[in-house]
């Protein structure tokens, strides 16, 4: 194979490593916290993603948040929460549902490293959650 070949073979083996897959648009989307976008970090409300239907939650651009977050403020169960996310006290005196996770990467994935959420234990949830951690957001 001469030269001009296995360079062109090689950039379309790379390229066709770089597209998205096909298949269903379901796929891959994860929890209903994933598919808002729950925890995203945003400017205005029209950056997050509403539900589909009329029983979902509305979020809203929550600004009192570095970087802006994703999320439904005064909540009072975690049944006012999208799923994976969940009601939680926050210091500043209200309550908020934050996405659960398991670890700091699940909470930025739709944030900027500068605007960083923490993945904490430390958090009181409104339902009782013990066993559960947070993304919480950094405050203005």
């Given at each position: 194979?001469s030269?001009?070949?296995?360079?062109?073979g090689?950039t379309?083996?790379?390229a066709?490593?770089?597209?998205?897959?096909?298949?269903?648009?379901?796929?891959?989307?994860?929890?209903?916290?994933?598919?808002?976008g729950?925890g995203?970090?945003?400017s205005?409300?029209q950056?997050?993603?509403?539900?589909?239907?009329?029983?979902?939650?509305?979020?809203?651009?929550?600004?009192?948040?570095?970087?802006?977050?994703c999320?439904?403020?005064?909540?009072t169960?975690?049944?006012?929460?999208?799923?994976?996310?969940?009601?939680v006290?926050?210091?500043?005196?209200?309550?908020?549902?934050?996405?659960?996770?398991?670890d700091?990467l699940?909470?930025?994935?739709?944030?900027?490293?500068?605007f960083?959420?923490?993945?904490?234990?430390?958090?009181?949830?409104?339902?009782?959650?013990?066993?559960?951690?947070?993304?919480?957001?950094?405050?203005?």
């Amino acid at each position: 194979m001469s030269l001009l070949g296995r360079i062109l073979g090689t950039t379309l083996f790379v390229a066709t490593l770089s597209l998205p897959g096909c298949g269903d648009e379901n796929d891959n989307q994860g929890t209903e916290a994933d598919r808002l976008g729950v925890g995203a970090q945003c400017s205005t409300d029209q950056d997050c993603l509403q539900p589909q239907t009329q029983n979902e939650p509305v979020q809203k651009c929550l600004q009192q948040f570095k970087g802006g977050y994703c999320g439904i403020e005064n909540c009072t169960k975690d049944t006012d929460c999208p799923q994976a996310s969940a009601c939680v006290a926050h210091s500043d005196g209200k309550n908020y549902c934050f996405r659960i996770c398991v670890d700091k990467l699940e909470c930025n994935q739709n944030r900027l490293e500068s605007f960083a959420a923490n993945c904490s234990s430390n958090v009181s949830f409104i339902g009782g959650k013990t066993d559960s951690k947070a993304c919480v957001p950094p405050s203005s």
